[in-house]
C-alpha cells in the first residue's frame, strides 16, 4: 500500500510542477529577455554537506546540473552567459578540495569540447580570469576548448575560473598604465571606454541581470566594473538544485524592473 501511495505523491508532486512550470513560461513568454546573463554557481558545498558528501561530489553535481541550465539559457534566446566558477580565494580551500574541483573544471571543458549541443549551437567558449594561476593541464583543456570554439557567433559562453573583480579592474589599469608609459595612451585618454577595453569582457555588453544561488545575496567581487546596472537575483536554492522554475522566476523578476540605468 504505502509504494502505492509514495507512487502517487509523486506523480501529484511532478504533475504540479509541470503546471507550474507552463504558468510561469506564459508569464515570461512575450516579455524581453536578457541579453547577458551572470550565474554566480554557489552552494555546492553546502548540497553536499547537507546530503552527507564529500565536497567534490556537490561539485560534482553542480557541473552536471550545469548543463542543464546553459539549454535553458540558449532556449530563451540568452546570447552571453557569464559564469563565475571559481575564484582567486577558493584556491585558499583545502587542497584536496581545490584538486578535486580543478579536475572537474578540466573534464568540463572537455566535456563542452566534445558536446555536439556546443557545435550546433555555435558556442564560443572563453576563459576569463587570471588563468596563468591555474595548473598547466586545466590551462591546456582551456586551450583545445577555445580554439575549438573560436569562429563561433550565436552565443558566448565566459567561465570565469581564478577570476577576481578587483584583479580584474587592477590588469586592467596596470596595461593601461604600460601603454602611458610606451607613449601609446596620455592620461587624458582614459575613458570609461578605455577602461572597458581591457577587462577580461572587453567587447561584450554588461550583463543585464546576475543569478546567485543558495541564498546569499552579494557579488563577491564578480563583474565589479560590468554589473553597475545589473540586475540582481538572489535564489534560495543550492545551484546542484537550481530548477527551470527558479531560472523562470528570476527572469519575471527582470522583466517586471524598470531598467533606467541612472537616468
Keep these: 500500500m504505502l509504494p502505492r501511495v509514495y507512487r502517487l505523491f509523486d506523480w501529484l508532486v511532478s504533475k504540479t510542477y509541470r503546471v507550474y512550470e507552463w504558468y510561469l513560461w506564459k508569464q515570461i513568454e512575450n516579455g524581453p529577455k536578457p541579453r547577458h546573463i551572470g550565474l554566480i554557481l554557489d552552494g555546492n558545498r553546502r548540497f553536499a554537506e547537507f546530503h552527507g558528501f564529500k565536497a567534490y561530489m556537490g561539485h560534482e553535481k553542480g557541473a552536471e546540473n550545469l548543463e542543464k541550465v546553459l539549454l535553458w539559457f540558449w532556449d530563451i534566446g540568452v546570447e552571453i552567459t557569464t559564469i563565475y566558477a571559481f575564484s582567486t580565494e577558493n584556491f585558499q580551500r583545502p587542497p ?87 607613449g601609446i595612451l596620455s592620461p587624458e585618454d582614459i575613458t570609461e571606454g578605455i577602461i572597458e577595453s581591457h577587462l577580461y569582457t ?61 537616468k
Design 96 to 182: 584536496e578540495e581545490v584538486r578535486e574541483i580543478m579536475r572537474i573544471i578540466t573534464e568540463s571543458f572537455e566535456d563542452l569540447l566534445k558536446d555536439e549541443r556546443i557545435h550546433q549551437n555555435q558556442v564560443k567558449i572563453r576563459a576569463i580570469g587570471q588563468l596563468h594561476l591555474l595548473p598547466d593541464y586545466v590551462q591546456e583543456a582551456i586551450q583545445n576548448a577555445e580554439e575549438g570554439t573560436k569562429d563561433y557567433e550565436n552565443y558566448v559562453l565566459n567561465i570565469a575560473i581564478g577570476y577576481g573583480g578587483r584583479a580584474e579592474i587592477l590588469d586592467a589599469f596596470r596595461a593601461i598604465a604600460k601603454k602611458i608609459k610606451q
Design 202 to 262: 572587453a567587447g561584450l555588453p554588461d550583463p543585464d541581470l546576475i543569478v546567485r544561488t543558495s541564498g546569499e545575496e552579494r557579488l563577491s567581487g564578480f563583474l565589479l566594473w560590468q554589473s553597475a546596472y545589473s540586475e540582481l537575483y538572489f535564489v534560495e536554492a543550492c545551484f546542484p538544485v537550481f530548477r527551470k522554475i527558479d531560472f523562470w522566476r528570476a527572469i519575471r523578476t527582470f522583466q517586471q524592473r524598470d531598467r533606467r540605468f541612472g
